[in-house]
């Protein structure tokens, strides 16, 4: 009893059967000495995230198959017996703060610190390439240009707000999000014009400038993109200037040489511009990088076979103590562990306890059972206890209760096994490094600066004379014309012609592939954009089909107000007076409406009767039908006839005769749309059953449509990526640029042409599409939809690119105790990337729709402001304390950018020509042009519309004419722009000017390069454990 109170009092822990026992010491990482010294509450499973191919115990085959290479000379390395390696953090953090963005110190405990998160970018330049730091300044100056749209938009909020006061449009008929656009105006226009009332050239003239504010802010943010094209190349000087890269020194050698050139001819070849400091030959990896990576996935999972072991050996009681390689601290928390172990035995023993987990751990470590039933009593009892095995972040057969896995001799011919895989894997790599790899580029490292620009400059020289001797097929020219003395840097050893450039940063190379020749590139791009549009095409009919289904349903129209009395087409009270105070009235009404809404009329058979959710067909010469007192052929017209038409009707089972309009469904269509808007403001079960099935049908159909859409655009940007992968660039930029390109197109599709498609009026049959104008209730339909999507896209773009650093710290935290080996932890400690790719295939869709759509819906600034403001913060904490280190970008993503923002400048105005100039928005006219669709006030019957494309119209009026003036400017200063940019451009193809840069030896003994040191795969970070320096594999690379 004694022992017991002091061990409940004193540690305060309970047991696993309700005991307690006490808690160990904390302990500077020490090894587990006995398995019942572990504490049963800390998991030491692994959860590993692989960065190879294969899974730990079954390591899976990448590449396709081919026959084994055979071996002809023995191998120089041996095989090693024992991979395992405990965990040890300090090793893990070591390794993820040197990937990350990091200031070198001076103190040898922190050897490194980290980044300012309030950095400035003159700061930056010295520390990212100019594509990192450019992303920065156009986020900056993005934020600053539409914090100034939002400010001046406020001249159009206000204009809307008293619209909205004088007008009040029910929630109906205008939705919130549709009162801050230029909807608003136009039905305070339309109501203006309905009761007779003028519309004042004040009032239009305060429309037009709304128009011409918009204008000017549009030509603000083109004469910005100038300045950013000026200052792209300005960041690249200035980051060029502030870090020494090793690009600065070398040229690339694209394609032209032979297969089995070696380095010192390359050399040879280069020395005449000066010293060559090194020759990198790229060559074919992939078959032997394949073999590595199934070599790897072969040693991860002979590590887990040997952990496997350690813990039978524990679980067995195979493995005494040893507390040879202890410290003193080490051997107190085994000491005190026992304690623990000791105090809780005589606690369950005490209180007439077992614990299951010691029971079936002593019957494991009976030695006069066999080692079959030993190890089913190891599985049993590592079943009881998540540190051991059973747990869930174990994988494989670490998390298996077969008994096998607890066998000690079972698990040693498992390794016996993966030690022959291991050295025929081995014996593969080593006769391909013995047959030699194909040269498919090569990198020349210059000593001096100088020699690279006068390398640069002779190929410029070769191609312009090339170039002279194909146009003027000029005979007996010397071939040395314009070269310096009589050497053709293009003509290798007499009759290869090589393809040389500025060479790109090493860490922009993808070396795997490289086996992938850029001749048939285009090919591979082409299979892309075929899946990417071919899905693009199938989630637009998912979504228009459920849209269809939709068109299948009975009628339904948002304002009800439209058809009660009053209405100029239809009077429901007047036909059916559902909403009658006379009880007996009401009930007849229901009786009378019924036979015309099981006729289930769709609004696809309605469709003649509705416009822009309204109805036009002319109901009102039936009004009080029920009365006898209608004079219209087919109604009745006295009270014996009132009687025979309603039984003619009602009978039950008797065939339909047409209603009131035996031609046309008019009625029957009129009766669906009474019915649902009686049954909208009533919860009657009985009377509104089909109302309320159908309400449940249009929901679910939504639903389902919201579903496939939020899918598709996960799957859009996944699809992205991997695309952008098969096509097997040669450079990560280039791989970038293909990401962002995809994202962009796709994302403009699912998120802005879809819902467009999806409201316009279509000559297809039964297509959904409601509106052939920007009318107010297409603001109020596809202008609600797109605010929305702007909107949540604002908050949900920047944390969908944070999501992957805060799952990476969640791993981090909830898995690294379970971890097993070191190469677990170093690899769930690595952090993940910063892609512009990614952050660029967002910007480029989210301003896009903001820019198109902004004429007539300004709220969109708003949204793309907050997005940019979210981004700049999100993306400083991501690089600064959370990413591995960016490659060298380029600015090849900020031009892709600046290219479409006058494009998207000009959809802006070609837009506001139909946005603006629809007719109901107050606005002058030219002598032939027609403002208003109700010129005749309360006497006209119908509205006047223009024709769907009748884009003359609009320009007749001051409001379209004006935008389609500004589009034609800017298309014409665009073209002008371009023609510059590109003469520009081909004037500096293929210079490069010194910088001044130190000889490259002196740069890297003062470690002044920024980016890599040298070209050759075994100094790259990225593939390193696939061909570590000093190994047999990295012979030659």
């Given at each position: 009893?004694?022992?017991?109170?002091?061990?409940?009092?004193?540690?305060?822990r309970?047991?696993?059967?309700?005991?307690?026992?006490?808690?160990?010491?904390?302990?500077?990482?020490?090894?587990?000495?006995?398995?019942?010294?572990v504490?049963?509450?800390?998991?030491?499973?692994?959860?590993?995230?692989r960065?190879?191919?294969?899974s730990?115990?079954?390591?899976?085959?990448?590449?396709?198959?081919?026959?084994?290479?055979?071996?002809?000379?023995?191998?120089?390395?041996?095989?090693?017996?024992?991979?395992?390696?405990?965990?040890n953090?300090?090793?893990?953090?070591?390794?993820?703060?040197?990937?990350?963005?990091?200031?070198?110190?001076?103190?040898?405990?922190?050897?490194?610190?980290?980044?300012?998160?309030?950095?400035?970018?003159?700061e930056?330049?010295?520390?990212?390439?100019?594509?990192?730091?450019?992303?920065?300044?156009?986020?900056?100056?993005h934020?600053?240009?539409?914090?100034?749209?939002?400010?001046?938009?406020?001249?159009a909020?206000?204009?809307?707000?008293v619209?909205?006061?004088?007008?009040?449009?029910?929630?109906?008929?205008?939705?919130?999000l549709?009162?801050?656009?230029?909807?608003?105006?136009?039905?305070?226009?339309?109501d203006?014009?309905?009761?007779g009332?003028?519309?004042?050239?004040?009032?239009?003239?305060a429309?037009?400038?709304?128009i011409?504010?918009?204008?000017?802010?549009?030509?603000?943010?083109?004469?910005?993109?100038?300045y950013?094209?000026?200052?792209?190349?300005?960041?690249?000087?200035?980051?060029?200037?502030?870090?020494?890269?090793?690009?600065?020194?070398?040229?690339?050698?694209?394609?032209?040489?032979?297969?089995?050139?070696?380095?010192?001819?390359?050399?040879?070849?280069?020395?005449?511009?000066?010293?060559?400091?090194?020759?990198?030959?790229?060559?074919?990896?992939?078959?032997?990088?394949?073999?590595?990576?199934?070599?790897?996935?072969?040693?991860?999972?002979?590590?887990?076979?040997?952990?496997?072991?350690?813990?039978?050996n524990?679980?067995?009681?195979?493995v005494?103590?040893?507390?040879s390689?202890?410290?003193?601290?080490?051997?107190?928390?085994?000491?005190?562990?026992k304690?623990?172990?000791?105090?809780k035995k005589?606690?369950?023993?005490?209180?007439?306890?077992v614990?299951?987990?010691?029971?079936?751990?002593?019957?494991?470590?009976?030695?006069s059972?066999?080692?079959?039933d030993?190890?089913?009593?190891?599985?049993d009892?590592?079943s009881?206890?998540?540190?051991?095995?059973?747990?869930?972040?174990?994988?494989?057969?670490a998390?298996?209760k077969?008994?096998?896995?607890?066998?000690?001799?079972?698990i040693?011919?498992?390794?016996?096994?993966?030690?022959?895989?291991?050295?025929?894997?081995?014996?593969?790599?080593?006769?391909?490094?013995?047959?030699?790899y194909?040269?498919v580029t090569?990198?020349?490292?210059?000593?001096?600066?100088?020699?690279?620009?006068?390398?640069?400059?002779?190929v410029r020289?070769?191609?312009?004379?090339?170039?002279?001797?194909?146009a003027?097929?000029?005979?007996?020219?010397?071939?040395?014309?314009?070269?310096?003395?009589e050497?053709?840097?293009?003509?290798?050893?007499?009759?290869?012609?090589?393809?040389?450039?500025?060479?790109?940063?090493p860490s922009?190379?993808?070396?795997?592939?490289?086996?992938?020749?850029?001749?048939?590139f285009?090919?591979?791009?082409?299979?892309?954009?075929?899946?990417m549009?071919?899905?693009?095409i199938?989630?637009?009919?998912?979504?228009a089909?459920a849209?269809?289904?939709?068109?299948?349903?009975?009628?339904?129209?948002?304002?009800?107000?439209?058809?009660?009395n009053?209405?100029?087409?239809l009077?429901c009270?007047k036909l059916?007076?559902?909403?009658?105070?006379?009880?007996?009235?009401?009930?007849?009404?229901r009786?009378?409406?019924?036979?015309?809404?099981?006729?289930?009329?769709?609004?696809?058979?309605?469709?003649?009767?509705?416009?822009?959710?309204?109805?036009?067909?002319n109901?009102?010469?039936?009004?009080?039908?029920?009365?006898?007192?209608?004079?219209?052929?087919?109604?009745?017209?006295?009270?014996?006839e009132?009687?025979?038409?309603?039984?003619?009707i009602?009978?039950a089972?008797a065939?339909?005769?047409g209603?009131?309009?035996?031609a046309?469904?008019?009625?029957?269509c009129?009766?669906?749309?009474?019915?649902?808007?009686?049954?909208k403001?009533?919860?009657?079960?009985?009377f509104c059953?089909?109302?309320?099935?159908n309400v449940?049908?249009?929901?679910?159909?939504?639903?389902g449509?919201?579903?496939?859409?939020?899918?598709?655009?996960l799957?859009i940007?996944?699809?992205?990526i991997?695309?952008?992968?098969?096509?097997?660039?040669?450079?990560?930029?280039?791989?970038e640029?293909?990401?962002?390109?995809k994202?962009?197109?796709?994302?403009?599709?699912?998120?802005?042409?879809?819902?467009?498609?999806?409201t316009?009026?279509?000559?297809?049959?039964?297509?959904?599409?409601?509106?052939d104008d920007?009318?107010?209730?297409?603001?109020?339909?596809?202008?609600?939809?797109?605010?929305?999507?702007?909107?949540?896209?604002?908050?949900?773009?920047p944390f969908?690119?944070l999501?992957?650093?805060?799952?990476w710290?969640?791993?981090?935290?909830?898995?690294?105790?379970?971890v097993?080996?070191?190469?677990?932890?170093?690899?769930l400690w690595t952090?993940?990337?910063?892609?512009?790719?990614?952050?660029?295939?967002?910007?480029?869709?989210?301003?896009?729709?903001?820019?198109?759509?902004?004429?007539?819906?300004?709220?969109?600034?708003?949204?793309?402001?907050?997005?940019?403001?979210?981004?700049?913060?999100?993306?400083?904490?991501?690089?600064?304390?959370a990413?591995?280190?960016?490659?060298?970008?380029?600015g090849?993503?900020?031009?892709?950018?600046?290219?479409?923002?006058?494009?998207?400048?000009i959809?802006?105005?070609?837009?506001?020509?139909?946005?603006?100039?629809e007719r109901d928005?107050?606005s002058?006219?030219?002598?032939?042009?027609?403002?208003?669709?109700?010129?005749?006030?309360?006497?006209?019957a119908?509205?006047?519309?223009?024709?769907?494309?009748?884009?003359?119209?609009?320009?007749?009026?001051?409001?379209?004419?004006?935008?389609?003036?500004?589009?034609?400017?800017?298309?014409?200063?665009?073209?002008?722009a371009?023609?510059?940019?590109?003469?520009?451009?081909?004037?500096?193809?293929?210079?490069?000017?010194?910088?001044?840069?130190?000889?490259?030896?002196?740069?890297?003994?003062?470690?002044?390069?920024?980016?890599?040191?040298?070209?050759?795969?075994?100094d790259n970070?990225?593939?390193?454990?696939?061909?570590?320096?000093?190994?047999?594999?990295?012979?030659?690379?």
């Open positions: 009893g004694a022992v017991r109170h002091w061990g409940a009092a004193m540690f305060r309970k047991s696993q059967d309700g005991g307690t026992l006490p808690p160990p010491p904390a302990a500077g990482g020490g090894l587990t000495i006995d398995v019942e010294d504490n049963p509450e800390t998991p030491e499973t692994p959860g590993h995230r960065t190879g191919s294969g730990w115990l079954s390591p899976g085959k990448s590449g396709k198959k081919r026959p084994k290479r055979k071996l002809t000379t023995p191998r120089k390395g041996e095989v090693k017996q024992n991979l395992y390696e405990p965990p953090l300090e090793k893990a953090l070591a390794r993820m703060r040197r990937l990350q963005p990091h200031e070198e110190t001076d103190n040898p405990e922190k050897p490194t610190k980290k980044l300012s998160l309030w950095m400035k970018e003159e930056m330049q010295g520390k990212f390439s100019e594509g990192i730091v450019f992303w920065f300044k156009l986020m900056r100056d934020l600053l240009m539409f914090f100034i749209f939002t400010i001046l938009s406020f001249w909020f206000n204009q809307m707000r619209s909205n006061e004088e007008a009040n449009p029910s929630y109906e008929r205008l939705g919130a549709g009162r801050v656009t230029l909807a608003a105006i136009m039905i305070w226009s339309e203006t014009q309905r009761k009332e003028t519309v004042s050239n004040t009032d239009k003239d429309t037009f400038g709304i011409v504010l918009d204008a000017l802010m549009m030509f603000a943010l083109l004469f910005v993109t100038g950013h094209h000026m200052k792209k190349e300005q960041v690249k000087e200035e980051v060029d200037d502030a870090t020494i890269s090793l690009d600065d020194y070398s040229v690339v050698v694209e394609s032209g040489l032979p297969s089995d050139v070696t380095e010192e001819r390359i050399r040879a070849h280069f020395e005449k511009f000066g010293e060559v400091h090194e020759v990198v030959l790229g060559k074919d990896l992939l078959e032997v990088m394949n073999l590595r990576k199934r070599l790897i996935a072969l040693e991860a999972n002979h590590e887990m076979l040997e952990w496997m072991l350690k813990r039978a524990k679980l067995l009681g195979i005494e103590i040893d507390t390689n202890m410290t003193q601290e080490e051997i107190v928390v085994a000491r005190w562990k304690l623990t172990r000791k105090v005589e606690i369950d023993k005490r209180e007439g306890r614990d299951v987990f010691f029971a079936a751990l002593e019957k494991a470590r009976d030695d059972l066999s080692i079959e030993r190890a089913a009593a190891a599985a009892a590592a009881k206890n998540p540190r051991f095995a059973g747990g869930k972040d174990n994988a494989g057969a998390a298996s077969d008994p096998s896995n607890y066998n000690p001799a079972v040693k011919q498992k390794i016996e096994q993966s030690l022959k895989d291991r050295e025929e894997l081995e014996d593969e790599i080593a006769a391909c490094v013995e047959e030699g194909p040269v090569a990198w020349v490292a210059f000593e001096e600066e100088d020699s690279c620009v006068k390398c640069v400059k002779a020289a070769s191609k312009k004379r090339e170039r002279k001797i194909k003027k097929k000029l005979v007996g020219m010397e071939e040395t014309d314009g070269l310096p003395g050497y053709d840097v293009r003509t290798f050893e007499g009759e290869n012609k090589l393809e040389i450039s500025t060479a790109p940063p922009d190379i993808l070396w795997e592939n490289l086996h992938y020749s850029m001749d048939t285009w090919k591979r791009e082409l299979r892309s954009n075929v899946i549009w071919g899905f693009l199938i989630n637009v009919f998912a979504i089909g849209k269809i289904t939709s068109v299948t349903l009975p009628p339904v129209i948002p304002v009800c107000d439209d058809v009660d009053g209405g100029s087409f009077q009270p059916w007076n559902l909403d009658s105070d006379t009880a007996a009235v009401a009930s007849q009404a009786i009378d409406i019924m036979p015309f809404v099981k006729q289930e009329k769709s609004a696809s058979n309605c469709e003649d009767f509705l416009e822009y959710d309204q109805f036009i067909g109901m009102t010469k039936y009004a009080n039908w029920y009365d006898g007192t209608s004079v219209v052929a087919g109604a009745p017209t006295t009270a014996a009132v009687t025979a038409f309603r039984a003619g009602e009978t089972g065939a339909w005769t209603g009131f309009d035996k046309t469904h008019m009625d029957e009129a009766a669906q749309i009474c019915y649902s808007c009686y049954c403001k009533h919860t009657e079960d009985d059953k089909e109302y309320n099935d449940a049908e249009r929901t679910l159909i939504l639903i449509a919201i579903c496939v859409s939020a899918t598709a655009n799957i940007k996944e699809l992205a991997r695309l952008s992968f098969f096509e097997r660039p040669h450079s990560t930029t280039a791989r640029l293909g990401i962002a390109e994202m962009t197109v796709a994302l403009m599709v699912n998120m802005c042409l879809l819902p467009l498609l999806m316009t009026q279509l000559a297809i049959p039964s297509w959904p599409g409601k509106f920007t009318s107010s209730g297409w603001y109020n339909d596809f202008g609600n939809t797109l605010v929305q999507i702007a909107l949540i896209n604002s908050i949900s773009f969908t690119l999501s992957p650093v805060i799952i710290r969640m791993l981090v935290y909830f898995l690294t105790p379970s097993k080996s070191q190469r677990q932890l170093n690899e952090p993940p990337p910063f892609l512009l790719s990614e952050r660029y295939g967002q910007m480029n869709a989210a301003f896009l729709y903001t820019i198109i759509f902004s004429s007539g819906m300004p709220l969109l600034y708003v949204g793309h402001f907050v997005k940019i403001a979210l981004d700049i913060v999100i993306d400083r904490i991501m690089l600064f304390r990413c591995v280190q960016p490659p060298r970008y380029t090849k993503l900020a031009a892709q950018f600046l290219y479409i923002v006058p494009i998207g400048i959809l802006h105005f070609l837009f506001a020509v139909y946005m603006c100039g928005l107050p002058r006219t030219l002598p032939a042009g027609v403002f208003g669709k109700w010129a005749g006030g309360p006497n006209q119908v509205a006047e519309r223009d024709d769907q494309f009748d884009f003359s119209a609009r320009l007749k009026r001051v409001n379209g004419l004006f935008p389609f003036v500004c589009a034609m400017v800017t298309a014409g200063l665009v073209f002008i371009t023609i510059v940019l590109q003469v520009r451009k081909r004037k500096k193809k293929g210079q490069m000017e010194a910088e001044g840069c130190p000889p490259l030896s002196e740069a890297k003994a003062k470690k002044l390069i920024t980016d890599l040191t040298s070209y050759r795969i075994t970070p990225v593939y390193q454990h696939l061909f570590p320096p000093g190994e047999e594999v990295s012979e030659g690379l």
